[in-house]
């Protein structure tokens, strides 16, 4: 009577799809449940089909109660499948279950379960005659189900559509339309008991599509990711009390240079394999960029939990290759913050991460409750983290012009990064944040390698440039491979070390050695230095000998200050320079007279918006190219 060759691959599929799922760790969210539910219905549903169709070819060999419990089992579990997957539907449009009409849409469930169970007395559904199963006059009521859950299923992603994610409402539309083909064919060809495989495929569309466990965990180590971070909290801020210990590497970025990708990597799967082992009743979850955190219920032993972490820190971390002395920050959050989203919820943690991190400036002094402040940081840094990715930091170039022909004669590039409606971020507020979360590293080397990249592409010569000025940062002078580095993108770019002038703002000239030592690796390496923004620290001339400098930049504060107030004191500095031997740079031109009067005292470079802003790339080759007066 009844062809089972649908049946077994299905349930062969269904024992890979389950080992899949559960070997790896799952996220307790409402979305998992309703799987779960899912996948014990379809495995049982498809078990009681086997035995009840079994039972209903051998009706001899059974009594009718057995006929009737094995068919009553077996149509109870297959409206309540149809129904658990409405339920995922409403999972994913995020409704709120309580409402009233969320409620009443139990009511044709119930009613057709109902019906199912009567079918013992009323035959309704269906009945056993003579020791044998028949249809009863109700029995397309399974149809009738099944179109009614699925198309009000795919009514609710119309209705949501705009609010979810493409992929969620095309997977969303997909299995649910599986679905009601899965019911056409059943009603055409009742014989083959395809139903479970058309479910099957539904489902796999679910996995793939929501419920692969590997698209909440990292991929270093037992802990969960940012999305699966983000879809908990989506769910749990409303309802519940929790509590949110997170912590962060100190100095993640230079360690992480200094020791490698993959020594680091293998740091923090062994970090995350420690927290999910030490706190079996608290969530892990890593955030990238060395930051973790824990979550839990608001009653947890939460300052026991820190000392021990804390005391685990105070040991080295073994990898394969090396031994690491990690230090961290600890930062929390809780429920009674009252954060209206999850995204409000991790801007806050990661800020008072980086907050614990500096020791300075940054974030200290400012209220970390000044909630827009708090976000512009955070945003700064996500823009600052996509653009890093993405290599997609800019370089903008302005010109340097020779005081006394006013001809254009180098330029300085500038980096530049955009927000994410695609306006410009100025460097002046993600320059610091870059500097204190180690991120300068990477951009300095963007803006480094674009511009080998664009001295290879043009002809500097012909618009009129003998070198280009880059700023680098103190912090990159930490790197102890730096000259390397830099000396590897030269040869890349097949382009020669003078064509290149590095810019130390006098600022950053405190840690004496270290910096020494690394100026003097890379002169040896054929670059030369230029001292930025004098004034702004406090060098005297005696400490600026000890460099090699070749150039010194007035501070532009500096500049001003002098047409304020024309004391002798400007003219002095640069006489003395000059007398060391050292060119002048005077920035922040912007008036034809400063222009004449800073060339007059001794200036041989001028920079300022007089002669340009910083400029985009192609819009400094269409200017400069053809013509190159400035
Ligand atoms: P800086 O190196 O002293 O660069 C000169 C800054 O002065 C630039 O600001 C430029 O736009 C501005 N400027 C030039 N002429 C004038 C003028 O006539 N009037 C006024 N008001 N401003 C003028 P920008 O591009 O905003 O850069 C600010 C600072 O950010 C730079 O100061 C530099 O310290 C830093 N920076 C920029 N790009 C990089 C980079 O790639 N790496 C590092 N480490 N620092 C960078
Ligand atoms: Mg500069
Ligand atoms: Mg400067």
Same mark, same amino acid.
């Given at each position: 009577?009844?062809?089972?060759?649908?049946?077994?691959?299905?349930?062969?599929?269904?024992?890979?799809?389950?080992?899949?799922?559960?070997?790896?760790?799952?996220?307790?969210?409402?979305?998992?449940?309703?799987?779960?539910?899912? @996948?014990?219905?379809?495995?049982?549903?498809?078990?009681?089909?086997?035995?009840?169709?079994?039972?209903?070819?051998?009706?001899?060999?059974?009594?009718?109660?057995?006929?009737?419990?094995?068919?009553?089992?077996?149509?109870?579990?297959?409206?309540?499948?149809?129904?658990?997957?409405?339920?995922?539907?409403?999972?994913?449009?995020?409704?709120?279950?309580?409402?009233?009409?969320?409620?009443?849409?139990?009511?044709?469930?119930?009613?057709?379960?109902?019906?199912?169970?009567?079918?013992?007395?009323?035959?309704?559904?269906?009945?056993?005659?003579?020791?044998?199963?028949?249809?009863?006059?109700?029995?397309?009521?399974?149809?009738?189900?099944?179109?009614?859950?699925?198309?009000?299923?795919?009514?609710?992603?119309?209705?949501?559509?705009?609010?979810?994610?493409?992929?969620?409402?095309?997977?969303?539309?997909?299995?649910?339309?599986?679905?009601?083909?899965?019911?056409?064919?059943?009603?055409?060809?009742?014989?083959?008991?395809?139903?479970?495989?058309?479910?099957?495929?539904?489902?796999?569309?679910?996995?793939?599509?929501?419920?692969?466990?590997?698209?909440?965990?990292?991929?270093?180590?037992?802990?969960?990711?940012?999305?699966?971070?983000?879809?908990?909290?989506?769910?749990?801020?409303?309802?519940?009390?929790?509590?949110?210990?997170?912590?962060?590497?100190?100095?993640?970025?230079?360690?992480?240079?200094?020791?490698?990708?993959?020594?680091?990597?293998?740091?923090?799967?062994?970090?995350?394999?420690?927290?999910?082992?030490?706190?079996?009743?608290?969530?892990?979850?890593?955030?990238?960029?060395?930051?973790?955190?824990? @979550?839990?219920?608001?009653?947890?032993?939460?300052?026991?939990?820190?000392?021990?972490?804390?005391?685990?820190?105070?040991?080295?971390?073994?990898?394969?290759?090396?031994?690491?002395?990690?230090?961290?920050?600890?930062?929390?959050?809780?429920?009674?913050?009252?954060?209206?989203?999850?995204?409000?919820?991790?801007?806050?943690?990661?800020? *008072?991460?980086?907050?614990?991190?500096?020791?300075?400036?940054?974030?200290?002094?400012?209220?970390?409750?000044?909630?827009?402040?708090?976000?512009?940081?955070?945003?700064?840094?996500?823009?600052?983290?996509? *653009?890093?990715?993405?290599?997609?930091?800019?370089?903008?170039?302005?010109?340097?012009?020779?005081?006394?022909?006013?001809?254009?004669?180098? *330029?300085?590039?500038?980096?530049?990064?955009?927000?994410?409606?695609?306006?410009?971020?100025?460097?002046?507020?993600?320059?610091?944040?870059?500097?204190?979360?180690?991120?300068?590293?990477?951009?300095?080397?963007?803006?480094?390698?674009?511009?080998?990249?664009?001295?290879?592409?043009?002809?500097?010569?012909?618009?009129?440039?003998?070198?280009?000025?880059?700023?680098?940062?103190?912090?990159?002078?930490?790197?102890?491979?730096?000259?390397?580095?830099?000396?590897?993108?030269?040869?890349?770019?097949?382009?020669?070390?003078?064509?290149?002038?590095?810019?130390?703002?006098?600022?950053?000239?405190?840690?004496?050695?270290? @910096?020494?030592?690394?100026?003097?690796?890379?002169?040896?390496?054929?670059?030369?230095?230029?001292?930025?923004?004098?004034?702004?620290?406090?060098?005297?001339?005696?400490?600026?000998?000890?460099?090699?400098?070749?150039?010194?930049?007035?501070?532009?504060?500096?500049?001003?200050?002098?047409?304020?107030?024309?004391?002798?004191?400007?003219?002095?500095?640069?006489?003395?320079?000059?007398?060391?031997?050292?060119?002048?740079?005077?920035?922040?031109?912007?008036?034809?007279?400063?222009?004449?009067?800073?060339?007059?005292?001794?200036?041989?470079?001028?920079?300022?918006?007089?002669?340009?802003?910083?400029?985009?790339?192609?819009?400094?080759?269409?200017?400069?190219?053809?013509?190159?007066?400035?």
């Amino acid at each position: 009577m009844w062809n089972y060759s649908f049946v077994f691959p299905s349930l062969m599929m269904m024992f890979t799809l389950l080992a899949f799922y559960f070997v790896r760790k799952r996220l307790p969210i409402h979305m998992n449940r309703t799987f779960l539910g899912i @996948l014990a219905l379809q495995l049982w549903v498809i078990v009681f089909d086997l035995v009840s169709s079994r039972a209903d070819e051998e009706y001899a060999n059974y009594t009718s109660a057995w006929l009737y419990a094995l068919n009553m089992v077996f149509f109870v579990l297959y409206i309540a499948r149809v129904f658990w997957f409405y339920r995922f539907t409403l999972d994913i449009i995020d409704t709120d279950r309580r409402s009233l009409w969320a409620r009443l849409s139990w009511l044709p469930f119930i009613a057709s379960e109902a019906v199912c169970l009567s079918s013992f007395a009323t035959g309704a559904m269906f009945s056993i005659q003579d020791g044998m199963y028949q249809r009863g006059p109700l029995y397309n009521l399974l149809y009738v189900c099944s179109l009614f859950y699925c198309g009000l299923s795919l009514v609710l992603l119309a209705r949501h559509a705009r609010n979810l994610k493409g992929h969620v409402l095309a997977e969303g539309i997909a299995y649910n339309v599986i679905l009601l083909a899965g019911n056409v064919a059943r009603f055409l060809f009742p014989q083959y008991l395809v139903m479970n495989t058309f479910c099957m495929i539904a489902i796999l569309v679910i996995y793939l599509g929501f419920m692969n466990p590997d698209l909440y965990i990292t991929d270093r180590g037992p802990a969960f990711n940012m999305r699966g971070f983000r879809t908990l909290l989506a769910e749990l801020y409303r309802r519940k009390k929790y509590r949110i210990l997170g912590f962060a590497l100190q100095n993640y970025n230079h360690e992480r240079s200094i020791l490698g990708g993959d020594q680091m990597d293998e740091g923090i799967t062994q970090i995350n394999q420690y927290l999910s082992d030490a706190f079996p009743s608290l969530l892990p979850f890593y955030l990238r960029g060395g930051r973790f955190a824990l @979550l839990g219920k608001d009653s947890a032993p939460w300052e026991a939990v820190q000392r021990e972490i804390h005391e685990r820190f105070q040991q080295p971390w073994h990898t394969s290759n090396a031994t690491l002395y990690l230090s961290v920050v600890f930062a929390s959050v809780n429920s009674k913050a009252n954060l209206p989203s999850a995204d409000r919820i991790i801007n806050n943690l990661v800020l *008072a991460m980086e907050n614990a991190k500096q020791s300075s400036s940054l974030w200290d002094d400012r209220d970390a409750t000044n909630i827009q402040e708090v976000d512009q940081q955070v945003d700064i840094l996500r823009s600052l983290e996509q *653009a890093l990715e993405q290599n997609r930091v800019e370089v903008f170039l302005q010109p340097v012009v020779d005081s006394r022909t006013r001809h254009i004669a180098a *330029a300085e590039a500038l980096a530049r990064i955009r927000d994410a409606g695609g306006r410009i971020i100025p460097p002046g507020l993600f320059i610091p944040i870059a500097e204190k979360s180690g991120y300068i590293n990477q951009l300095g080397e963007q803006v480094f390698e674009k511009t080998c990249a664009f001295i290879r592409d043009n002809d500097l010569a012909a618009m009129g440039l003998g070198w280009i000025n880059v700023n680098l940062s103190p912090i990159q002078c930490m790197q102890r491979d730096l000259s390397q580095r830099f000396s590897a993108i030269l040869e890349r770019y097949g382009v020669k070390p003078e064509k290149i002038h590095l810019e130390i703002t006098e600022q950053s000239m405190v840690d004496y050695s270290m @910096l020494k030592r690394q100026i003097v690796s890379l002169q040896g390496s054929g670059f030369q230095f230029v001292l930025d923004d004098y004034g702004s620290g406090y060098s005297n001339l005696t400490r600026v000998k000890h460099y090699p400098f070749i150039n010194i930049k007035l501070d532009m504060e500096v500049v001003w200050d002098f047409f304020n107030d024309r004391d002798s004191l400007l003219p002095t500095i640069i006489d003395g320079f000059r007398s060391m031997n050292l060119s002048i740079t005077a920035e922040g031109i912007e008036t034809p007279e400063m222009a004449d009067v800073l060339t007059e005292i001794g200036s041989d470079y001028l920079q300022g918006f007089l002669f340009s802003k910083p400029l985009p790339l192609d819009e400094f080759v269409s200017k400069y190219g053809k013509d190159a007066r400035a």
